[in-house]
């Protein structure tokens, strides 16, 4: 009976030993590739999560596009009717042909369209331009208002009003007025680096 005692108590300690050994390998297993398994899924995660805000936060500015091109269509509509009162060139000719028509169909005569050098000022040029006209008062004052409501913003300034000579009045020309109509150039900013 002692034999059987004895090799119990040995079948014990290699039972024991094959436990202590399983949970020795189990641990390495677990310390030298579970663990860093699970820092890697945790970062992994954490990307994830990233992304997903990421994602979120696009999504919101993509549901925002369309109020934003409209804010930038109603936008580019403002500045195309800025420009046409404040733009960027003189259009000489341009403002010449239009002055010369708001004198006609004011029945003014236009006896002279003299633009001067311009001044620069901040973000525009003032562009002085001095006429000479010919006719009475009722057409002067259609003339002055047609110049108030041109698209183009101009000033008229310095008018000067004598009645004509009487060898050249005639029942529609009766005085002659002289003024600065100034008009104005936008000026881009120069971006100095």
Not at 118 to 131: A, C, G, M, N, R
Request: net charge negative; charged share 25%.
């Amino acid at each position: 009976m002692e034999s059987s005692t004895g090799s119990s108590g040995q079948g014990k300690r290699h039972m024991l030993l094959l436990l202590i050994l399983a949970g020795g390998i189990c641990i390495v297993i677990w310390y030298y590739y579970i663990r860093p398994l699970n820092a890697e899924l945790a970062e992994l995660q954490q990307s994830i999560d990233q992304l997903t805000a990421q994602v979120k936060a696009a999504q919101a500015k993509q549901a925002q596009l369309p109020e934003i091109q409209e804010q930038i269509r109603q936008s580019e509509e403002k500045l195309k009717v800025l420009q046409r009162v404040l733009p960027s060139g003189k259009e000489t000719a341009e403002v010449v042909r239009r002055v010369q028509e708001m004198a006609v169909a004011s029945e003014l005569h236009l006896k002279s369209f003299t633009p001067q050098g311009t001044v620069q000022k901040e973000f525009y040029q003032d562009w002085p331009i001095l006429l000479s006209v010919e006719g009475n008062f009722d057409s002067l004052g259609i003339f002055l208002e047609k110049i108030g409501r041109f698209e183009r913003l101009i000033n008229v300034d310095d008018l000067a009003i004598r009645p004509l000579d009487p060898e050249e009045m005639s029942r529609s020309r009766t005085i002659a007025a002289t003024c600065t109509a100034t008009t104005f150039v936008f000026q881009e900013a120069s971006h100095e680096l």
